[in-house]
């Protein structure tokens, strides 16, 4: 069964910035599509950023322009760089496959910025 570990995050002040990983216990990357998703206290979770098994991608509104996507299918990881973050981006991080795969869905990893 597939496992991802999500990992990067931690505290930072607004302006600065973080890269977050997520490490795949299979080869997936290279055939699904990935996404970042983020859920913050008293909300649902939120889709943040997907980079396409082509190699496209898309972004939230908030995110656009702050944040950049990636994967490296050789080391079966994806990235998450967050440029810019803001107060609002705070948030337990995940990623999983798109479409989810509900058994895909790891710890998380938590941002703080604060201003």
């Known amino acids: 069964q597939v496992q991802l570990v999500e990992s990067g995050g931690g505290a930072v002040q607004a302006g600065g910035s973080l890269r977050l990983s997520c490490a795949a216990s299979?080869?997936?990357?290279?055939?699904?599509?990935i996404g970042w998703f983020r859920q913050a206290p008293g909300k649902q979770r939120e889709l943040v950023a997907i980079?396409?098994?082509?190699?496209?991608?898309w972004y939230t509104d908030s995110a656009k322009g702050r944040f950049t996507i990636s994967r490296d299918n050789a080391k079966i990881t994806g990235y998450l760089q967050m440029n810019f973050l803001k107060p609002e981006d705070t948030a337990v991080y995940y990623c999983?496959?798109?479409?989810?795969?509900?058994?895909?869905w790891g710890k998380g990893t938590l941002v703080t910025v604060s201003s």
């Open positions: 299979g080869d997936i990357f290279s055939i699904n599509n």
């Open positions: 980079i396409y098994s082509t190699g496209r991608t």
């Open positions: 999983n496959t798109i479409p989810v795969n509900a058994d895909y």
